[in-house]
Every structure is written in C-alpha cells, then in structure tokens.
C-alpha cells in the first residue's frame, strides 16, 4: 500500500490550494475505507481535519474553521481537500490516511502560507 499526497505549496495568506491523496489498494477496499486528511504543523502533535465515507458523507474537526472541504472519487482512489482562506497558522505537513489510521504514512505535501 501506498499512499501519495500533492498538491501543496506556496500560497500568499488568502489563497487557496487544492490537495490531492491517491491510494494505490485494490478499487474494492478503497471504498470500504473512511478516508481523511490529518495536518502536522511545525512543532506540533497531527492532527485531524476532516474524515469522508464512502458515499461522500464528510466530517469536520474545529481545526480549519470551515475553510476545508473534503472530497473523494472512488473510481480513482483519490481523496481531495480544498483549503480556502489560508492563514499562516494553516502552514504545515498534509497527509491523507483512513479515519482511524491503518495504512503506511506517505510523505505528505508541504503547504506554506507566508507573504
């Protein structure tokens, strides 16, 4: 199992990102799977932020504010999280695993806000 996070980068406080989970496991058991995406910022513990059913039914924690929203295309075992409005404190390591956590970390993708 592998998974691989994109999408990530530089974004001045304000933008937007769009970032990409793909999850290279059978069509089958992606689909069993609660997908999330969970945010590590600099010095401190991961943390959820959002988690989404196989039917698409998603679930917020406080941490984003509102400002994410989470995705999935089941025929692509790809999970999306669109960020909006970002602040500085949103900068951090973003990764993608099941909802709780069962598969190997992949290496996540940096988003960066700063002016």
């Known amino acids: 199992v592998q998974i691989v996070e994109s999408g990530g980068g530089l974004v001045q406080p304000g933008g937007s990102l769009r970032l990409s989970c793909n999850v290279s496991?059978?069509?089958?058991?992606?689909?069993?799977?609660?997908m999330a995406w969970y945010r590590q910022a600099p010095g401190k513990q991961r943390e959820l932020i959002a988690s989404?059913?196989?039917?698409?039914?998603?679930d917020y924690t406080e941490s984003m504010g509102g400002r994410a929203t989470i995705s999935r295309d089941n025929a692509k075992n790809t999970v999306y999280l669109q960020l909006k409005a970002l602040k500085p404190e949103d900068t951090g390591v973003y990764s993608c695993?099941?909802?709780?956590?069962?598969?190997?970390w992949g290496r996540g993708t940096q988003v960066t806000v700063s002016s």
């Open positions: 989404i059913l196989r039917g698409g039914s998603a």
């Open positions: 695993n099941t909802r709780p956590t069962s598969l190997p």
């Open positions: 496991v059978s069509g089958s058991d992606f689909i069993t799977y609660i």
